[in-house]
């Protein structure tokens, strides 16, 4: 266990996650009750920011220490911090949904914590232990509840983003992993990812550009695969693209995901393929999630890969009936079309297709508690 002071109850042995350890250090300056609720009216997506943030740092010499839940605010950092010349940078994206008795829940925060520590093994970061990642973001949503948006219907997807993440602070300019390393948890109240509904996404295939390749950081969640992105997504745009898919750095031939999102194609047969994870993509939570609840309804989830021969193949022959991306900010969203140099494919019309429409209907209905939680997939924060 990296954090002592969060690790185990000396009373039974069980794992505590308590906000105890966290030492509060409110703002003199909380936003005003008016101004918030403006904010929360309109929230947008990573616009505004709650008056808190978690910051843990961590040491060569002393582990992890000093948690505290802090003001939120610029950080003072040395021009010579490695990851502003290196990019040692790890992050995750959680959501905290308020149900209708006013509590608050995530979904699958240990997931999440075992992708950060993984993260943190390919990028030479410290790991951070599980309990005091589930316990970071009970300390910051208890701090800021008022902020995590009440939704008013079920069509208003509001929640409380939360944006884990761990920079190399070391001032040093050698190429080598920090001996000073600091956790911070920030959060941010979030309307749907899509405004007026969900609408199917144009989506670009690169040619230029691959996302990951083996032995690479693909499967990691780190800022310079974002970083990475850009260009490739600045294509997608001048084509008029929303969104920029990416094949295999081997063969150009394998269907892999978006920037942020996964893939999942449905076909008429009740087949649900998804890429396999070979270590170039990121295993979303939400993918995974998908599979589990496809397989509760009957469908047969297959992970194998999936070329882009096939999906056009397929799409074309009518034998893919449906295409969607999925993460944790859009949730589900219809793949509409497929455009390439040469090519134009048409995936969906109207809305997207009825299999992702049920999905993801499921999804925010557990997330949001209005169904049962059968997997256990909630964790209670506020
Ligand atoms: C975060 C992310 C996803 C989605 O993961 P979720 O856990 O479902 O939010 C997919 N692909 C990439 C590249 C990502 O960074």
């Not at 109240?189 to 199917?200: D, E, I, N, Q, R």
């Amino acid at each position: 266990m990296l954090f002592q002071a969060l690790s185990t109850s000396p009373i039974d042995g069980e794992p505590t996650v308590s906000t105890q350890q966290f030492d509060l250090r409110p703002t003199a300056h909380p936003t005003e009750e008016r101004i918030r609720a403006e904010i929360l009216a309109n929230p947008g997506f990573g616009r505004y920011f709650t008056d808190h943030m978690v910051h843990v740092r961590w040491t060569h010499n002393d582990g992890w220490h000093s948690a505290m839940v802090r003001p939120y605010g610029p950080l003072t950092l040395d021009p010579a911090a490695s990851v502003l010349h290196y990019a040692q940078e790890i992050f995750e994206g959680v959501k905290a949904y308020r149900h209708a008795d006013g509590s608050v829940w995530t979904f699958r925060p240990e997931r999440n914590a075992a992708r950060f520590q993984a993260s943190a093994r390919r990028l030479a970061l410290p790991e951070l232990d599980s309990d005091t990642f589930i316990a970071s973001l009970k300390a910051l949503v208890s701090q800021d509840v008022d902020w995590v948006p009440t939704p008013a219907s079920e069509a208003e997807e509001s929640s409380l983003y939360l944006r884990p993440f761990m920079i190399a602070s070391e001032k040093f300019l050698g190429v080598k992993p920090a001996k000073q390393v600091d956790y911070y948890v920030i959060a941010s109240p979030a309307a749907a990812y899509f405004k007026g509904g969900v609408k199917p996404v144009s989506i670009w295939l690169s040619s230029h550009y691959n996302r990951a390749a083996r032995g690479g950081t693909g499967s990691a969640k780190c800022g310079g695969n974002y970083a990475a992105s850009l260009a490739a997504q600045k294509e997608a745009e001048a084509h008029g693209c929303d969104q920029v898919a990416f094949l295999d750095a081997v063969e150009n031939q394998w269907v892999e995901e978006l920037g942020g999102m996964n893939l999942f194609f449905v076909f008429r047969d009740g087949r649900i393929v998804t890429p396999a994870l070979t270590g170039t993509i990121l295993e979303g939570v939400t993918r995974d999630s998908v599979l589990q609840l496809a397989a509760d309804d009957g469908l047969q989830p297959e992970e194998r890969a999936i070329s882009i021969d096939e999906w056009r193949e397929g799409v074309r022959s009518g034998e893919i009936s449906e295409v969607f991306a999925c993460g944790t900010a859009a949730v589900i969203t219809p793949v509409g079309e497929l455009i390439s140099e040469d090519d134009r494919l048409v995936c969906a019309e109207g809305s997207g297709g009825e299999v992702g429409k049920s999905l993801r209907k499921q999804l925010l209905d557990i997330q949001y508690g209005r169904a049962e939680d059968r997997h256990g997939w909630l964790t209670r924060l506020a």
